[in-house]
């Protein structure tokens, strides 16, 4: 009989923790699903950001090549001719040529 009771209590401490560990691998894949999910809207999130960027940045490039035709048509306006500029269209020749520049330089005004 002591044998029985000893067989039971080793079978029974077994079997909780056997319990005990499906137990937390049913939490470690729920907590691996959901960092999935939390993954999937950061992506869908960082997507809708892209985008945005994306029109963005393609409103920024029309609006770059209006300014630069307007700057064009300044220049074919001006009364001096390709070959001798005047100050002012030099200037806008100078920043149309050297993107560097763009960041800062003050036109001229006659």
């Not at 319990?19 to 950061?42: E, F, M, S, Y």
């Not at 306006?77 to 560097?100: F, K, T």
Request: glycine share 4%.
């Amino acid at each position: 009989m002591k044998e029985l009771t000893r067989v039971s209590k080793l079978s029974d401490r077994h079997e909780t923790q056997l319990r005990g560990k499906l137990v937390t691998i049913d939490d470690i894949r729920g907590d691996g699903l959901n960092d999935l999910d939390l993954l999937a809207q950061d992506f869908q999130h960082m997507s809708l950001v892209v985008k945005s960027v994306q029109r963005n940045y393609r409103r920024l490039l029309k609006q770059n090549r209006r300014l630069q035709v307007l700057l064009l048509k300044s220049m074919d306006r001006c009364y001096c001719w390709p070959g001798n500029r005047c100050d002012r269209c030099q200037e806008i020749l100078e920043v149309l040529g050297n993107p560097s520049l763009c960041d800062y330089v003050e036109l001229t005004e006659d």
